[in-house]
C-alpha cells in the first residue's frame, strides 16, 4: 500500500469516527428525551390524583354542611314548637286567671243590680217618712219660704233642709244665664255636691225654663277667638258640659213640679226649645258624631234638650236612635233613652252597641232596662276584659306606650263612673 493509499485510509476513519460520534450524541440526546418524559408524565399523574383527593374532601365537607344545616333547620323547628306550647301554656294559665276574674265581674255586677233594686224599694217606702219629719238649718231669723230645699238626713235619721248657696239663688232671681253658667264651668270638679243645688236654685228663677235656654246661648260659638285651638276645644267641652249640667238641672225640676204647673214650661217656651234644637239639629248633621266613639256631647246635649222640655216627638226616631248611639258612653243615656220614649227601641240599640264592640255601654243599658235574661251581661263582660287585656299587652314594651295603650282604651270603650270603677276592680 502506497503512501496516498495509506492517507486515504486514515481519512475514511477519521470519517466514521465523527459519524459514529455523531450518532452517539443523537442517541444520548434521544435516551435524555425519553427519560424527561418519563418524569413529566409522573408529576401530571400525581397532581391529577391531588386534584381527585381534593374533590372528594370538598365533597365530604359540603355533605357535612347540609347536614349541618339540616340539623340546624330540625333544631330550629323544635324550638318553635317549644315556644309555642311555652306561650299555649302561658295563655291557658292567663285564661284561667281571666275567668276568675270574669266570676268576680259578674259577682259584682248582679250584686249591684240587687242592690239598685233593693235601694228602690228603701226609697219609695222613706218617702211618707221624709215629708213627715223635717227641720231647717242656717240663719234662723230667715223666713223659710225665702230658701228652698233638698232633703237630707243627719245622724239622727232625720230629714233636714238644705239651702243652696247663695251665689247660685243670686244668679238665679236675676235672671242672669251667663253668670249661671260661669259658675257652673268654674265648679266642674265639684259638681257632685252642687247638681241638686242648681235644681233647688232654679225654683228661685221668675222663668227658669228661659234662663236654661238663655244659658245655651254659646253652645255652638259663632264669634272668632285668638286662643289657641286645643285650649279653645277644652274651654267649649267644658262649656257644653256644663249646659248639660243645668238642663238636667231643669228636668228635676220639672219632674218635681205639680203636674198643673205650666208655668214652667209653657207652649212658647217649648216653641223657643223646639227653634234651638233645629238649629242644632243642622249643626249635628255636619259634625262626625259617629266619630265620637259613643262619647258626642253634643249628641247628648240634643237628647237632653229634647228631654227636659218634651219635644222629642217633634223628631223622627229614625235620628234620635242614631243620636242616642253617638252618645251611648254618656252617664245619662239610659235615662235620655226612657225620657225620649225610646224604650222600645232599646234592644235593637244593646245589640249595634255589642256589634260596634263597645260591651260596657251595652251592660249599662242591658241592666237599666231589665234585659239580663235576653242579653247575659257575662259573656259581654268576658269579651271586653279579654279585648282590654289584649290591647294593654300590644304596647307592653314601653311605659309611654301603656299610657297610650290605657287612653286609646278610654277613647275607645268611653270611661263612665261605673265602668271606671269596674276597671279599677280588674285591676287589682
Not at 344 to 354: F, M, R, S
Amino acid at each position: 500500500m502506497n503512501m496516498p493509499d495509506m492517507e486515504q485510509a486514515g481519512e475514511d476513519v477519521q470519517s466514521l469516527m465523527g459519524q459514529l460520534a455523531q450518532a452517539f450524541i443523537e442517541l444520548e440526546a434521544r435516551k435524555e428525551a425519553s427519560e424527561t418524559k418519563i418524569q413529566w408524565d409522573e408529576i401530571k399523574q400525581h397532581f391529577q390524583e391531588l386534584e381527585v383527593t381534593m374533590n372528594r374532601k370538598l365533597e365530604e365537607i359540603e355533605a357535612k354542611e347540609k347536614e349541618y344545616e339540616q340539623k340546624e333547620l330540625e333544631m330550629n323547628a323544635l324550638l318553635a314548637e317549644r315556644e309555642a306550647e311555652v306561650a299555649s301554656r302561658e295563655q291557658d294559665l292567663l285564661d284561667r286567671v281571666q275567668d276568675l276574674k270574669d266570676a268576680a265581674v259578674s259577682a259584682i255586677v248582679e250584686a249591684r243590680a240587687n242592690h239598685q233594686t233593693a235601694t228602690l224599694e228603701s226609697v219609695e217606702n222613706g218617702e211618707s217618712k221624709e215629708n213627715k219629719v223635717s227641720s231647717s238649718i242656717g240663719d234662723a231669723n230667715s223666713p223659710e219660704e225665702d230658701f228652698p230645699h233638698k232633703s237630707g238626713e243627719n245622724t239622727d235619721g232625720v230629714a233636714t233642709e238644705i239651702r243652696p248657696r247663695p251665689e247660685l239663688t243670686q244668679f238665679c232671681e236675676h235672671m242672669d244665664a251667663k253668670g249661671l253658667l260661669n259658675y257652673v264651668l268654674e265648679n266642674e270638679h265639684n259638681l257632685s255636691v252642687i247638681r241638686e243645688d242648681i235644681c233647688i236654685a232654679l225654683e228661685h228663677a221668675t222663668e227658669p225654663a228661659r234662663l236654661v235656654l238663655d244659658s245655651l246661648e254659646g253652645f255652638y260659638p259663632t264669634n272668632e277667638t285668638t286662643e289657641p285651638k286645643d285650649k279653645m276645644d277644652d274651654a267649649l267641652q267644658g262649656m257644653r258640659k256644663s249646659c248639660i249640667i243645668i238642663m238636667e238641672a231643669m228636668a228635676n225640676l220639672l219632674a218635681k213640679a205639680d203636674p198643673g204647673a205650666d208655668h214652667l214650661l209653657n207652649p212658647e217656651t217649648k216653641q223657643q226649645a223646639k227653634a234651638i234644637a233645629d238649629e242644632w239639629r243642622s249643626k249635628l248633621a255636619s259634625a262626625d258624631v259617629d266619630a265620637a266613639n259613643g262619647n258626642s256631647l253634643e249628641a247628648e246635649a240634643f237628647l237632653q234638650l229634647l228631654s227636659t222640655f218634651r219635644i222629642a216627638s217633634e223628631f223622627a226616631e229614625e235620628q234620635l236612635c242614631k243620636l242616642l248611639q253617638a252618645a251611648a258612653q254618656c252617664r245619662q243615656a239610659p235615662e235620655l233613652c226612657r225620657s225620649i220614649g225610646l224604650t222600645h227601641k232599646v234592644p235593637a240599640i244593646v245589640d249595634l252597641l255589642i256589634n260596634e264592640g263597645t260591651q260596657i255601654a251595652a251592660v249599662h243599658f242591658i241592666h237599666s232596662f231589665q234585659l239580663e235574661e235576653a242579653f247575659p251581661t257575662v259573656p259581654l263582660l268576658k269579651v271586653y276584659l279579654k279585648n282590654l287585656r289584649r290591647n294593654s299587652q300590644v304596647r307592653a314594651g314601653n311605659v309611654g306606650d301603656i299610657a297610650i295603650a290605657k287612653n286609646d282604651a278610654n277613647a275607645r270603650v268611653g270611661w263612665t263612673e261605673d265602668s271606671d270603677q269596674l276597671y279599677q276592680r280588674i285591676q287589682s
